[in-house]
T-cell receptor, first 115, second 112 residues
Framework: AQSVTQLGSHVSVSEGALVLLRCNYS??????LFWYVQYPNQGLQLLLK??????LVKGINGFEAEFKKSETSFHLTKPSAHMSDAAEYFC?????????????FGRGTSLIVHP | EAGVVQSPRYKIIEKKQPVAFWCNPI?????LYWYLQNLGQGPELLIR????????DSQLPKDRFSAERLKGVDSTLKIQPAELGDSAVYLC??????????FGPGTRLTVL
């Protein structure tokens, strides 16, 4: 069984400030971890993923996340927020089923960016 | 390259009416997924197809929901009859052999 907990349904930052979105996971097998972004009235877009190897993962739009097994965490960060980063962010954990990714999503965190 | 196409984008119906959603995956993607996204929640898998075969439909409420992917390309998800609690966004995603998923824009259903 696997699950994801995203701490904070809303995160508010000023433009130019550090973005930190928290994600903790539970998985009975080595996890694959993902962050997706969803803009209003759009589908989910993959920001970054961790499967194996380097624990610091860089994604699109300046985002990165670090897999910390000891803390069962996969927090998403960006050094400087931009107005265009305002969106809903979903963390997901996946095992594989016959070679297929089957992600379980968190409830999402809404990022609000103030001018 | 065209992404995952879904139609309609928005649908408003009265309860007890039937409704259908259509999805065309990315060309060459043999795996297709339907997800349900309730307001303020993450997506939840309803059904997964490998080509034309439904390989995981354990979360599909089969009393009122049905899906098909007859030729292993596009797919239709149907609800009959719709209930108030079915109001949500229905997302379609596709991938190549179960790899990374690409999501469509979704169909927002409102049941009155």
């Amino acid at each position: 069984a696997q699950s994801v907990t995203q701490l904070g349904s809303h995160v508010s930052v000023s433009e130019g400030a550090l973005v930190l979105l928290r994600c903790n996971y539970s998985s009975s097998v080595p996890p694959y971890l993902f962050w997706y972004v969803q803009y209003p009235n759009q589908g989910l877009q993959l920001l970054l993923k961790y499967t194996t190897g380097a624990t610091l993962v860089k994604g699109i739009n300046g985002f990165e996340a670090e897999f910390k097994k000891s803390e069962t965490s996969f927090h998403l960060t960006k050094p400087s927020a931009h107005m265009s980063d305002a969106a809903e962010y979903f963390c997901a954990v996946s095992a594989t089923s016959g070679g297929s990714y089957i992600p379980t999503f968190g409830r999402g965190t809404s990022l609000i960016v103030h001018p | 390259e065209a992404g995952v196409v879904q139609s309609p984008r928005y649908k408003i119906i009265e309860k007890k009416q039937p409704v259908a959603f259509w999805c065309n995956p990315i060309s060459g993607h043999n795996t297709l997924y339907w997800y349900l996204q309730n307001l303020g929640q993450g997506p939840e898998l309803l059904i997964r197809y490998e080509n034309e075969e439904a390989v995981d439909d354990s979360q599909l409420p089969k009393d009122r929901f049905s899906a098909e992917r007859l030729k292993g390309v596009d797919s239709t998800l149907k609800i009959q009859p719709a209930e108030l609690g079915d109001s949500a966004v229905y997302l379609c995603a596709s991938s190549f052999s179960g790899g990374l998923q690409f999501f469509g824009p979704g169909t927002r259903l409102t049941v009155l």
